[in-house]
C-alpha cells in the first residue's frame, strides 16, 4: 500500500508560527484512526523538531508519510548544522538564546524528547550545509 | 444526582476563575501540572492536566493542545496574547485566569480533585 504523504514549510523566521504543521499532522492522524498513543508521539516529536528548526536553523521542510504499520516524519533544514550531535542529545544542552529562553524553550530537552517519543531516530548532519531528522513511530 | 466527570466548566466554578477563552468546557480534569517551561511541560505535560501557568502565549496553547492538557490555567493574574487566544479558540483549548500563584491554586485544585471523588 502506497503511504499518505504530506508536506509543509516550516517558517524561519516566525517563532509564533512553530507548531501548525504538527497541529495539523495531528489533526490528520485522530481522523484516519491511528492510536492515540501513536498520534501522540509523532505530535510531540514532530512539534519539538519543528521548534528546533524555527530556533536554530532558520527554518525548514516537513514531510509526513502515513503508512498503516508505521508513521515517518523527515525534517529538512539548510541550517547551521550541529557539530556534536552526541552533545546535543544530551538533556540540558543548548545553544538557545535568551529570547527563545524567555519564550519558555531552550531547555535542551528537544533532542532527547524526541528519541523519547519515536521508534527509530537518525539524525544527519553537517556543519554550514543543514540537518535532516528522520523519525518513525510504529502505529 | 453528582456528576462523576469533574470537568473544566466545575473547575472553573470552583476557582471563581476568570475563563478567557472557552474551549473544550466538558473536557475531563483528571490531574493537574504546574510548569513555566515549555520545553519542560512538553516532556512532562500529564493528559488530561490543569495545566498552572503564567505562559500566556501562542505555544504554551500549542503545547497544551499537543500533549492532550485538559486546560490552562493563567496564575498571578498573568497575561495572554491575543494571537495565543486565537490559537486556543481554534484549537478548543480552555483558558482561565485566577488572581492566585500556582501554589495556591494547585492546593484548591488538589481539594477540588479529592472532594469530588467520594
Ligand atoms: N535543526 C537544528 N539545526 C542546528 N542545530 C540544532 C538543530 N536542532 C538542535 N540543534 C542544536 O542542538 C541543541 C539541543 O537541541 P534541543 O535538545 O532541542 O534543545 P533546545 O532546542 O532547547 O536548545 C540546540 O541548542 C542546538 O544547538
Ligand atoms: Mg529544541
Known sequence: MSALTFRYEVPGDDFTRAGEASSDVKRKLKQLGYSPEAVRKVAIAMYEGEINMVIHAGGGEAVVEMDPEEIRVTLRDQGPGIPDVEKAMQKGWSTAPDTVRNLGFGAGMGLPNIKKYTDELRIETEVGVGTTLYMKVFA | ?118
Open chain 2, 1 to 118: 444526582m453528582k456528576k462523576e466527570k469533574k470537568q473544566v466548566r466545575d473547575l472553573a466554578e470552583f476557582l471563581q476563575a476568570e475563563c478567557l477563552v472557552q474551549g473544550d468546557l466538558d473536557r475531563e480534569i483528571q490531574t493537574g501540572y504546574v510548569c513555566d517551561l515549555l520545553s519542560w511541560a512538553m516532556a512532562r505535560l500529564p493528559e488530561g492536566a490543569a495545566w498552572m501557568t503564567v505562559m500566556g502565549n501562542l505555544n504554551a496553547v500549542a503545547v497544551c493542545s499537543l500533549k492532550d492538557g485538559a486546560c490552562i490555567v493563567l496564575t498571578d493574574n498573568a497575561p495572554l496574547d491575543k494571537n495565543a487566544e486565537s490559537r486556543a479558540e481554534t484549537e478548543g483549548i480552555c483558558i482561565l485566569r485566577v488572581e492566585q500563584g500556582a501554589y495556591e491554586t494547585a492546593l484548591r485544585l488538589g481539594e477540588w480533585l479529592r472532594e469530588e471523588e467520594k
